[in-house]
Nanobody, 130 residues
Framework: VQLQASGGGLVQAGGSRRLSCTAS????????VAWFRQPPGKEREFVAG?????????VYADSVKGRFTIFRDNAKNEMYLQMDSLNPEDTAVYYC???????????????????????WGQGTQVTVSS
């Protein structure tokens, strides 16, 4: 599957932004999916994911819980990250990621682990100004 992330840009603190990730080649609905981000000078970190192993429950990093929402539209073969109440600490390159169903993720710990994901989008920059 090929992933392409889009929707990044410059936004003021307190504002909102929606990122999109378009999948091609396979039906993304059967994949474990997640968003990661890489702030300047830091490691790539988990942001949010959809847990197929847990009946499609959503999982969030504590830093974004209550502000970000991950969801997908299987008919469009897309996934999204709705980001609200943005603050400068959210500035990062955001990546969408996926893992195929033959080797599914089976725990929250695995969901947070970037090495578990086989497919990555190219990243989209989100900059939040204060």
């Amino acid at each position: 599957v090929q992933l392409q992330a889009s929707g990044g840009g410059l936004v003021q603190a307190g504002g909102s932004r929606r990122l999109s990730c378009t999948a091609s080649g396979r039906t993304i609905g059967y994949y474990d999916v997640a968003w990661f981000r890489q702030p300047p000078g830091k490691e790539r970190e988990f942001v949010a994911g959809i847990a197929l192993w847990s009946d499609n429950n959503t999982v969030y990093a504590d830093s974004v819980k209550g502000r970000f929402t991950i969801f997908r539209d299987n008919a469009k073969n897309e996934m999204y990250l709705q980001m609200d109440s943005l603050n400068p600490e959210d500035t990062a390159v955001y990546y969408c990621a996926a893992r195929p169903p033959l080797t599914p993720i089976t725990s929250a710990r695995e969901m947070f682990t970037r090495e578990m994901y086989n497919y990555w989008g190219q990243g989209t920059q989100v900059t939040v100004s204060s």
